[in-house]
């Protein structure tokens, strides 16, 4: 597998590949701001690379440097609750945003490069059933594959502009870049905004969404304008279900929604369903999906080489999602087999939460309960029993200081 930023870069140099904010970034441009990011780094020995990056151009710049210096990444979330992930791989963080300039002045680094499709390409992760977090190994041609994967679904054209607001350090966020190289399409990125929404597809004239959703729900009740979003060619969603309301909603508004279904460990979606013509997942090209003692298993060229230092996958992989399948191949998710909830798009372990919350010297227990919700599907709410007194405010500062916002149960009682 050949350099393709490096070749865009000399034979379409002003070809437009990114646009951030008021920014055009040129395959020339990127291409420079790689070579010059590789001068930063090339001093670091080890080859997985531990980095742990904001800012999303910042971001891509490092990944694709640390991969042209034949190098791996493994790409920490922002999180508060960062030790639980350096603490599974034993690799530090060695590059953040300050490491990093964006300079797009012409180098002369340029050089054949050449990848073994098979090599792990980059390291990124997931939750586990116990909620410690897990490495995902995702090879070149895991992530290539996925990409044409959904060329299958969507048929790509070089007249596409993608909306990238998913984080960058899930699999989400990232897997769209990489359609956008290998299927030669235009990618924006800027931040999630329900207000904005309208604004950000007239001003970067978008023709697919990546959601989640919760951020179709925010956006119905931020603007009920949505005549941009059903002129889009599609608006992918994924991470959790949809509940009957935003379905009639979709309906309503003749929105092309395509629902999916994929995971970190699967470089996102292996499967999906058209909202409004069916109601059941069906496997993608490649991909093929079975029951095992009730628990689905995906085998797929997109599975991912394995989770760092543990045995290989074979490109095949059981799931925690507890599910059906027909006779005609399409297949439900029926629920979750391991202890955990996918509220917003993210999964969350109960267990986890409830084990640091009664870490917590003022806590003598901690009782979840999973409750519907509009916006995120579900979340969880927690009765609490304390040894000493702790107020609401202060226990809620200190999970905002030690857990992501996601995890942090939306009511808390104190008894």
């Given at each position: ?24 970034i ?32 910042k971001?891509?710049?490092?990944i ?92 790509f ?52 969404i ?117 006779d005609?191949n ?57 040894k ?28």
């Amino acid at each position: 597998m050949i350099d393709i930023i490096q070749q865009r870069g000399q034979e379409k140099p002003n070809q437009i590949f990114i646009k951030h904010k008021d920014l055009l970034i040129t395959y020339k441009k990127f291409n420079n701001m790689i070579s010059n990011a590789m001068e930063s780094i090339h001093h670091i020995k080890l080859q997985h690379i531990g980095i742990q990056i904001h800012d999303k151009i910042k971001l891509l710049i490092t990944i694709n440097a640390i991969n042209r210096l034949n190098k791996i990444p493994i790409i920490y979330p922002c999180t508060p609750n960062i030790k639980d992930y350096t603490n599974e791989t034993n690799i530090p963080i060695l590059i953040k945003d300050e490491d990093i300039i964006i300079n797009d002045d012409d180098n002369s680094l340029n050089t054949d490069i050449e990848y073994n499709i098979h090599d792990t390409q980059l390291v990124i992760f997931t939750s586990g059933t116990t909620g410690k977090p897990k490495a995902c190994e995702l090879t070149y041609n895991n992530i290539y594959q996925s990409a044409l994967i959904w060329h299958d679904i969507i048929h790509f054209t070089s007249k596409d502009i993608y909306l990238n607001h998913m984080p960058l350090t899930h699999v989400s966020g990232l897997c769209i870049f990489y359609r956008a190289l290998y299927l030669n399409f235009i990618m924006a990125i800027d931040n999630f905004d329900a207000i904005k929404y309208n604004d950000y597809i007239k001003k970067y004239n978008i023709t697919i969404i990546s959601m989640v959703p919760s951020m179709l729900h925010k956006i119905v009740h931020a603007n009920r304008n949505l005549n941009l979003l059903k002129n889009m060619k599609v608006i992918i969603m994924g991470g959790s279900n949809i509940n009957n309301n935003l379905i009639e909603i979709i309906n309503t508004y003749q929105l092309p929604v395509y629902m999916s279904y994929g995971m970190t460990e699967t470089c996102s979606g292996i499967a999906g369903y058209w909202v409004g013509y069916a109601n059941k997942y069906s496997p993608h090209n490649k991909v093929n999906i079975n029951v095992e003692k009730s628990y689905l298993s995906i085998e797929s060229p997109t599975v991912m080489k394995g989770y760092l230092n543990q045995q290989q996958t074979n490109n095949k992989i059981k799931t925690h999602d507890i599910g059906t399948i027909d006779d005609k191949n399409t297949f439900q998710v029926e629920r979750r087999g391991d202890g955990t909830i996918i509220s917003g798009g993210e999964n969350i372990s109960i267990q986890y939460i409830q084990k640091h919350i009664e870490k917590y010297p003022e806590i003598q227990k901690c009782t979840l309960k999973i409750v519907p919700d509009q916006e995120w599907g579900v979340v969880l709410h927690a009765l609490i029993k304390c040894k000493n007194s702790i107020n609401n405010n202060d226990l809620l500062k200190k999970l905002k200081k030690n857990l992501p916002h996601y995890m942090i149960p939306k009511r808390i009682t104190i008894q």
